[in-house]
């Protein structure tokens, strides 16, 4: 059986509660305080427009950081230097992480909402999972570095929407600012010779 086209106003609701909960969550000064509640009356639909439409909180939020991510993720999937696969890694990684803390600055609001939908551990979250494992592979083919593993968590956590909503929202770091200090960072920990 082919796959039916949403409904019009299926569509419609969908993209109202997507514009409503990222408003929400770009004013909202924690993300804990959107309900979805507040999503819903935001949106102009019923609750239960919401729980068909996304299941729960976290599905609504990974929905939406999910729309945001779809260009930065395909870049870095299919798409060409410096972030795509064919770039050499030594370029690469610096280039990805790049992309990911700038993408982190203008979406904290998202990014904190859902790493704060980790469940046990937000490390288990496919969204890290996926992010981890492209570093990973680029840093094993980075001669001399004996732990992608390790070295792919450790660079991805200065990556956190948490640490970056305290550098950038707390400590008044700008944008630049994060961006050449992680640069310099990676350049350290990807030119550090291996015991």
């Not at 795509?84 to 600055?105: E, H, N, S, Y």
Request: with cysteine; charged share 25%.
């Amino acid at each position: 059986m082919p796959d039916r086209k949403p409904r019009a106003d299926a569509t419609r609701n969908r993209e109202a509660v997507l514009a409503a909960a990222d408003t929400l969550f770009a004013r909202c000064a924690s993300p804990e305080a959107v309900t979805m509640a507040d999503i819903a009356a935001a949106a102009g639909v019923g609750k239960a427009t919401l729980f068909r439409g996304f299941g729960d909180r976290t599905g609504l939020i990974h929905a939406l950081y999910e729309m945001r991510l779809a260009p930065l993720r395909h870049a870095a999937e299919q798409g060409e230097s410096p972030l795509g696969p064919a770039t050499p890694p030594l370029r690469r990684v610096p280039a990805l992480l790049d992309a990911l803390l700038c993408f982190k600055i203008d979406n904290r609001h998202l990014a904190l909402a859902l790493e704060g939908t980790g469940g046990d551990s937000p490390y288990a979250a496919e969204h890290y999972e996926r992010w981890h494992g492209t570093l990973r592979a680029a840093l094993e083919h980075i001669p001399g570095l004996t732990d992608s593993e390790f070295t792919a968590h450790a660079l991805l956590a200065a990556t956190r929407a948490d640490l970056v909503e305290h550098l950038v929202g707390r400590q008044g770091m700008t944008r630049q600012q994060m961006r050449d200090r992680l640069a310099a960072f990676t350049t350290r920990v990807l030119e550090t010779p291996a015991d």
